[in-house]
C-alpha cells in the first residue's frame, strides 16, 4: 500500500459568475413530504414540469435588495366594492414578499413537488435530513473534516446537528462525513488524469470516523481528466457498506474541455448522472442494501446539463446539491436559478464557514434555510 501523499494539491475554487438579476454586480461561488419536494409516485411520469418562460420569471430583484420580492397589490377598500366576491377580495390582499429560492408558488411553477418513486424500506429521506462536513484529512483548506482535528470536528458537527434539530425538531438529523476521495489536481500526475486518488488507509481512516460518531460517509469524486465510469467501480470495495454514499462534482469534471482543474467549471450531463444512478442501483440489488444517496453539486447553468433527463430509480436518491458560495441573497439566487428551476429529486445546500462570511456577511442560519422551498434535506458545511 503506497504511503498517504503529505499533502493534497488543492486547486478547490469556485469561479465567479453574475447573478441572473444583478448583471452589474459579480461574487466568487465556489421529513414531510412538502419539505423533501417529493411526492411518492410509481414513476416521474417521464419529466418534471416545464420551466417559467422568461417572460413569466419572477420580477427582477432591485439592485440595493439583491432578492427577489413579489410586488405588493394595491389594497382596494371593500366597502367600495359591495358586490365583490370573496376570491376578489382575497386577490385584492397584499401578496406575501419572498426572497429569492423561498416563493411556494414559483417552485410549484417549476414542477416541485416531484412525483418520485415511493421510498424503499430503509430510506433515508425524506424521513431524515442529513448535516455533513466536508473535506480531506491531508487538508486544512478544503473543509472542516479536514481543517480540524478528529475529536474537535466530531465535536463541532454534533454541534451542528443539533442547532438543526432545535431549528425543525419534526425531522430527525442524520450526520455525515463527505470525504473527497478524488481530488482534482492542476499537474496530470502519473496517470495523466488530473486527479489524485486517496490511498485506501486514509479513506479507511475516515470511514472508522464516521462510525465512531454514528455517521454516514459519503466518498465524493472529482474526476479532472478521468471518467467517471472508470474510476466509480474502483470504490465498490467501500459502497458495498450500508453506510456508505456517493458525491459527484460536475466542476471538476473537464474531460470534454481538456481544461486544467481550478481554469475552467467543468459539467455532467444527464446521460453521466443517469450512469452513476445506475451503477449504485445495481450495488443496492446485488448486496441487497437500503437505497443509497447521490449528491450531485451544482452552481451554474451547465453544471449538469439536460437535469429533465435524469431518470429516478427506487434504489437511489438524488439530491441536486447548490455549491455556491457567498453573500445570503446570492446564495438564495443559486437555489432559485440552478436548483429550484430544474427539479429532479431533492435538494441541498452547501454553507462555507469562510468564504461565505470573508466579506462580512453572516452564515446562514438553518432558520434561513429552512424558508427554502423546498426545503434542503441534505446540508453540507465546508
Not at 429560492?101 to 430503509?122: H, I, S
Not at 460536475?250 to 481550478?262: A, D, Q, R, V
Not at 429550484?340 to 435538494?347: C, D, G, K, N, R
Request: contains cysteine; hydrophobic residues 40%; aromatic residues 8%.
Amino acid at each position: 500500500m503506497p504511503a498517504p501523499p503529505s499533502r493534497v494539491k488543492e486547486y478547490y475554487v469556485k469561479f465567479p459568475r453574475i447573478s441572473p438579476s444583478i448583471r452589474t454586480v459579480a461574487f466568487l461561488l465556489l421529513a414531510p413530504l412538502a419539505m423533501s419536494g417529493c411526492t411518492d409516485d410509481k414513476s416521474r411520469n417521464g419529466a418534471a414540469a416545464e420551466p417559467l418562460k422568461k417572460e413569466n420569471a419572477a420580477p427582477a430583484e432591485p439592485a440595493a435588495a439583491g432578492f427577489a420580492v413579489t410586488t405588493t397589490a394595491t389594497r382596494k377598500d371593500a366597502k367600495a366594492f359591495p358586490n365583490a366576491s370573496s376570491a376578489a377580495a382575497a386577490s385584492a390582499a397584499p401578496k406575501v414578499k419572498h426572497n429569492a429560492g423561498e416563493d411556494p408558488a414559483f417552485a410549484k411553477q417549476c414542477g416541485w413537488p416531484v412525483k418520485c418513486p415511493k421510498p424503499l424500506p430503509g430510506s433515508i429521506l425524506p424521513q431524515k435530513r442529513i448535516v455533513a462536513y466536508y473535506g480531506n484529512p491531508l487538508s486544512k483548506r478544503m473543509g472542516a473534516l479536514g481543517e480540524y482535528p478528529k475529536d474537535e470536528m466530531l465535536r463541532r458537527l454534533k454541534g451542528e446537528v443539533a442547532s438543526w434539530e432545535k431549528a425543525d425538531p419534526s425531522t430527525p438529523v442524520q450526520p455525515a462525513l463527505h470525504l473527497i476521495a478524488v481530488v482534482a489536481q492542476g499537474e496530470p500526475g502519473k496517470a495523466g488524469k488530473y486527479r489524485m486518488v486517496m490511498p485506501d488507509t486514509v479513506v479507511n481512516q475516515v470511514y472508522g470516523w464516521a462510525r465512531e460518531a454514528n455517521a454516514l460517509l459519503f466518498i465524493d469524486i472529482q474526476t479532472g481528466h478521468d471518467d467517471i465510469r472508470t474510476i466509480l467501480p474502483r470504490f465498490e470495495w467501500l459502497l458495498k457498506n450500508p453506510d456508505v454514499h456517493l458525491g459527484i462534482d460536475p466542476e471538476f469534471n473537464l474531460i470534454k474541455s481538456g481544461k486544467k482543474p481550478g481554469s475552467k467549471i467543468g459539467t455532467y450531463d444527464a446521460a453521466d448522472v443517469n450512469y452513476v444512478s445506475g451503477y449504485l442501483a445495481e450495488l443496492v440489488r446485488k448486496h441487497n442494501l437500503p437505497p443509497k444517496v447521490l449528491t450531485v453539486h451544482r452552481f451554474t447553468r451547465n453544471g449538469v446539463t439536460n437535469a429533465r433527463s435524469i431518470v429516478l430509480r427506487p434504489e437511489v436518491q438524488i439530491v441536486m446539491h447548490m455549491d455556491g458560495w457567498g453573500a445570503p441573497w446570492l446564495k438564495r439566487d443559486s437555489y432559485k436559478d440552478y436548483v429550484v428551476a430544474e427539479p429532479v429529486q431533492f435538494t441541498g445546500f452547501k454553507l462555507f464557514y469562510h468564504n461565505d462570511t470573508k466579506k462580512g456577511d453572516p452564515l446562514m442560519t438553518p432558520r434561513d434555510l429552512l424558508k427554502l422551498n423546498p426545503r434542503p434535506v441534505y446540508i453540507q458545511y465546508q
